[in-house]
T-cell receptor, first 117, second 111 residues
């Protein structure tokens, strides 16, 4: 089974702090993704990576950066946390899609609920 | 941007059948996924459609009409454990398996 793990389930930080969220997958997936999930808005893509050291902005990248130094690890960085970044953060990974089957799915980690005070 | 629309909430009775609809803009469509998410947990994969028609997986089925930009998830013989949010996600061309998610449909199953 694919396993995606995230470093913390719950995190409380103060405004202005630098925050690191870590994600590790054990299935040698090329693609990794960071989302935030807010009530009524669904999952919104922050950043994704399709290879080591490669990254692309998603729909809401402002205030975030990412790092992928190793294939299995994808980090989300909040340079200076703000209260509007209080949210559930979900990491996901996937193979390069073939377009033909269920193996294209993304696999999600358990999420990190971040509160910024 | 690309909007993925699905109802916000639905309720149903244990043992019944429920259909959750999802609509999307057809331009650049390249696959549709359904996920289930229980409160406080990660989304888990239910089904994938890329061609028109019905995909059946036990009590769950998913239908796709590419020309209409329409999909539904059909849940049969509802059980209390099916109370969860159901997320519709669409992949569009040229995006490294990037998905656009709907806001999710929260389903409550009552005895």
């Amino acid at each position: 089974d694919v396993k995606v793990t995230q470093s913390s389930r719950y995190l409380v930080k103060r405004t202005g702090e630098k925050v690191f969220l870590e994600c590790v997958q054990d299935m040698d997936h090329e693609n990794m993704f960071w989302y935030r999930q807010d009530p009524g808005l669904g999952l919104r893509l922050i950043y994704f990576s399709y290879d080591v050291k490669m990254k692309e902005k998603g729909d809401i990248p402002e205030g975030y950066s990412v790092s992928r130094e190793k294939k299995e690890r994808f980090s989300l960085i909040l340079e200076s946390a703000s209260t509007n970044q209080t949210s559930m953060y979900l990491c996901a990974s996937s193979l390069v899609p073939t377009g033909t089957g269920d193996t294209d799915t993304q696999y999600f980690g358990p999420g990190t609920r971040l509160t910024v005070l | 941007g690309q909007n993925i629309d699905q109802p916000t909430e639905m309720t149903a009775t244990e043992g019944a059948i429920v259909q959750i609809n999802c609509t999307y803009q057809t331009s650049g469509f390249n696959g549709l996924f359904w996920y289930q998410q229980h409160a406080g947990e990660a989304p888990t994969f239910l089904s994938y459609n890329v061609l028109d028609g019905l995909e059946e997986k036990g009590r769950f089925s998913s239908f796709l009409s590419r020309s209409k930009g329409y999909s539904y998830l059909l849940l049969k013989e509802l059980q209390m454990k099916d109370s969860a949010s159901y997320l519709c996600a669409v992949r569009f061309s040229g995006g490294y398996n990037k998905l656009i998610f709907g806001a999710g449909t929260r389903l409550a199953v009552h005895p």
